[in-house]
């Protein structure tokens, strides 16, 4: 008789990161950088620099004024090799081949596990290089200068990273936390109006959720957001990276190992919009539609009362939202499909009882998707008074 | 005046996976992997297998078996295409397009967050499959059968995955838990002789820093265990894994983000020889020097007294292992360097006050580590009386 044994295995693993908010980075008088990369027992702190093109193409000072910093501070910092440029959007997250120029650089310059490689730009350069920064040497310190609204309060301060594959968004990638992420405000004031938008929708949707006093706010403000007021910007970006930082923390799931995702509110809708759409709709911009539709259902199934439903989708109109497009049609239905079968074959959807509470749901009446749908179209064609 | 802030986030995350003690796990009444397939809310779960060519060879039945496992089950698992064989040992690590190949069934057969990938092998094929499984989706549930001693007792029960790049061992990789492992003993019948011995040090290295219990235990059982005794190994293999797990489990720093590496006593001296000798010499011969090298030294600075050092070295002789290298000369003293650089600019380095008990230290002397080296290649010589 041979013997059946089993051994149970279990721990946690801590992390830990800071948010700092901050202006013109670069500035030899700025400290921060230079602190974080001091945090090591070496004389010379080694650092990769890679940064997003459209960031560059915006801002034709970055480069030599990254170089002036690390001179400034003699021995102490070295910038290794030449500032790397990688193309911005999903073009960083499309070619593999730019994974393996950070990796070459990580190998001729003896980056290790103690080195820093710093990332600047949108979200998608910042998922590229995270994923690079997370599979060297099983994780070198990564410095995450997010350059857009979204990634500076939504993807910059998370722990996912990753690129597409074989035409799939995200395919590969992996969890990891940064070692800081730098939020410098200066980098909003060259963003088209696209990219301003596209980031409010996570903060209307981080409200919806989870905190009504903030959605309020944004009403108040929303004209001067609108209206690209920088210091407006500065407190919603803070308050949403606030909002997301503190559910990752508390949500006791934040490597997604369950199968509930809070923070995806309105996002099955929006991925497969984004994907119908062929990408041509930024992800806020899917995602201010995934919300209107949601929002609806959730008023349509009784859950939600009728004026909060009119606040919301009069808020992302005043903001300049799309809150129809050619593609919300019934093919979208198939995206509540994809993303039960992406949490693993349980539904799990968030919908609103009211303004600023969310709540679970394992089913929806897809007939009154259709429906939703119907009535968003009719009130973005402004067929519906309010 | 624009405002600095900072945001602090700090979670921590949960691990947990069961290590399974099971004989001929391909048997259809054994259902142990059956029922892991089954823990998810799918009809059918889908499983991609990769196997050892090496294992594969030495148990010819292996592949039939499989798939006559997975028929035997219906509908309720399912093999996605063939079995995947790949080279064993460093060949698996050395060759990034097996990751390629990985992936490439992944996005071919739907492979999701909520499938499997099995890996049955040598630590080698294991840390291959287990990358291409953590960065599949960010982490496709990985399930790891282990077949060496080392991968049992060490490597398999671990979080660290990677393969070679540039040259270099480990290069790319990432920390990612496994969903569960099973230690199938019949695989060990197979070995050949020095990969047998060689797991066996990693368990002399743990029964060293952690449990004098079960290094007497060794002792008497060192004859026993240099006859291939099947059950003698299984209990070896049990106790080593329990004490690493416990280690990884209450060391609070199971992704190695801190700079102290107690599982790897005699390990900078390994590490470095497993290089001198271009990998002629298996990582766990290399660990038996490198045990040997730290044993001694810590004898010749007093802290461990000569008795304990000569049971030491004892019970590898009588284990067969081989404690001096022609590659044992002073450029190992590199390794000491090398493994500061690793550890991130401070040296950490573990050494025995007594048998089952380690301390760190944080300088070593380096003409006493010759002179250790030296004691080694003179005792290796029977130059030594004891
Ligand atoms: N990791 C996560 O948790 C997570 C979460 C949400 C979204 N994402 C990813 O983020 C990506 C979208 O990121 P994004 O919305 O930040 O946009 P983006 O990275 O796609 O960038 C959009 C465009 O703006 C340019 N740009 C960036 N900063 C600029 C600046 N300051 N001035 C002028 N131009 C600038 C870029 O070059 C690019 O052309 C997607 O790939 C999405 O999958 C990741
Ligand atoms: N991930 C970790 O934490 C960790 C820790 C230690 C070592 N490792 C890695 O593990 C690797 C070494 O693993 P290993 O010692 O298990 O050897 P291995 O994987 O290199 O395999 C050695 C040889 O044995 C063959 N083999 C495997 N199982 C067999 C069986 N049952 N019968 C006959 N032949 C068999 C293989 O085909 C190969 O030729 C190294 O790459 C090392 O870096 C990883
Ligand atoms: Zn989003
Ligand atoms: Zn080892």
Same mark, same amino acid.
């Given at each position: 008789m041979k013997k059946e044994r089993t051994l149970e295995q279990k721990f946690q693993v801590s992390f830990q990161f800071k948010v700092l908010f901050t202006h013109q980075?670069?500035? *030899? +008088?700025?400290?921060i950088l230079h602190k974080l990369l001091s945090?090591? =027992?070496?004389?010379t702190s080694k650092a990769l620099v890679v940064v997003d093109s459209g960031v560059k193409d915006a801002h034709p000072t970055l480069l030599p004024a990254i170089e002036n910093y690390f001179d400034n501070f003699g021995k102490s910092i070295a910038l290794q090799g030449d500032i790397l440029e990688i193309p911005g959007g999903e073009a960083a997250k499309n070619d593999e081949a730019l994974i393996k120029s950070i990796l070459d650089k990580v190998n001729r310059f003896g980056i290790d596990r103690h080195s820093y490689i710093i990332a600047i730009g949108g979200g998608a350069v910042l998922d590229a290089v995270g994923f690079a920064a997370a599979i060297a040497h099983r994780g070198v310190r990564h410095i995450r200068i997010p350059t857009t609204v979204l990634s500076q309060n939504d993807s910059g301060i998370g722990v996912k990273n990753g690129i597409n594959s074989y035409g799939k968004k995200n395919f590969t990638g992996c969890f990891a936390s940064p070692y800081a992420v730098i939020n410098d =405000?200066?980098? &909003?004031?060259? &963003?088209?109006d696209r990219d301003w938008r596209s980031g409010i929708a996570e903060a209307i949707k981080v409200a919806l959720i989870m905190d009504l006093d903030f959605f309020e706010w944004i009403e108040t403000e929303a004209d001067a957001l609108a209206n690209r007021n920088m210091e407006v910007m500065d407190e919603l970006i803070y308050r949403c990276a606030d909002l997301h930082m503190q559910h990752i923390r508390t949500s006791g799931d934040a490597f997604e190992q369950g199968s509930s995702r809070p923070l995806d509110f309105g996002h099955w809708a929006a991925h497969k919009l984004e994907q119908l759409s062929h990408f041509s709709l930024r992800h806020g911009e899917a995602v201010a539609i995934g919300i209107a539709l949601d929002s609806t259902y959730s008023q349509l199934k009784g859950y939600l009362n009728q004026p909060s439903l009119y606040r919301i989708l009069n808020l992302m109109t005043t903001l300049g939202? !799309? &809150?129809?497009?050619? !593609? &919300?049609? +019934?093919? *979208?239905?198939q995206g509540l499909e994809e993303f039960r079968e992406h949490l693993g074959g349980q539904l799990t959807i968030m919908l609103l009882n009211a303004i600023g509470k969310g709540f679970e749901v394992h089913e929806m009446d897809e007939e009154l998707v259709l429906e939703a749908m119907n009535y968003v179209q009719q009130y973005s064609a402004q067929k519906i008074e309010m």
């Open positions: 980075i670069f500035d *030899v +008088d700025n400290t945090e090591n =027992a070496m004389n =405000a200066t980098f &909003l004031t060259t &963003l088209d939202f !799309e &809150l129809h497009h050619p !593609e &919300l049609n +019934d093919q *979208v239905i």
